[in-house]
């Protein structure tokens, strides 16, 4: 039996890029923050990428993996601290100033992840950029206490998640129709030493199963 496996790329950005475009839409300033946009982070911007992150562990895309299973639990963790925000039975309460730390180390993290894109597509590039320049944006709403800066944000985190959506989409209809409909950047490598082939896991088969 094939050991194809579905590409788990669009699920995943899709999931980050329009629970992204919820979240900021909110802090645009253009709605209060609501269950609509809870529920999108807790099932499809944290779950769904948890799946996506899995798949990608089996397939052994060690970058694609680490993205999407961080980002999930990011989208879990943030829930959580809305939630427990307004129960007090749950949390301790958090900062505006930690909470800004909280935020600029999602961006450490996310400009880390950007170096390695370098060898991927431009567009992908765009949405890791884009989003390390979020999460500091949202960091110094936090900080500073400007309503502005973090409005500021919410423009820039649309921007960020259309970019993942677009990325969604084409990496699904380029698939479906076996030809570039939507153009990604894609990047030649020229010059640059191939990637080392991954040495299988010992326990691969037990943690991912044997693909039959």
């Known amino acids: 039996m094939s050991n194809a496996r579905a590409n788990p790329g669009p699920l995943g950005l899709m999931g980050f890029g329009l629970t992204t475009v919820l979240l900021n839409i909110h802090n645009a300033g253009f709605f209060e923050l609501d269950d609509a946009i809870l529920a999108m982070g807790l099932f499809y911007g944290g779950i769904a990428q948890l799946i996506a992150g899995r798949m990608e562990f089996a397939a052994r895309n060690t970058f694609a993996a680490t993205a999407f299973t961080s980002y999930g639990l990011f ?22 100033g930690f909470m800004g730390w909280y935020l600029f180390v999602w961006g450490v993290f996310t400009l880390v992840m950007f170096f390695g894109t370098l060898r991927k597509s431009r567009a992908l590039r765009v949405v890791f950029a884009s989003l390390a320049g979020l999460f500091f944006l949202l960091a110094a709403g936090e900080w500073s206490g400007s309503d502005a800066v973090t409005r500021i944000a919410g423009f820039e985190g649309i921007l960020c998640g259309a970019s993942a959506v677009y990325l969604a989409a084409a990496e699904l209809l380029n ?21 080392e082939p991954t040495v299988p896991h010992p326990m691969e088969g037990l943690l991912f199963g044997n693909g039959d």
């Open 75 to 96: 989208w879990l963790s943030l829930v959580y601290i809305v939630v427990a925000g307004n129960v007090e039975s749950l949390t301790v309460g958090t900062d505006a």
């Open 175 to 195: 698939e479906t129709y076996g030809r570039t409909v939507l153009p990604v950047g894609e990047v030649a490598l020229g010059g640059l030493p191939p990637l």
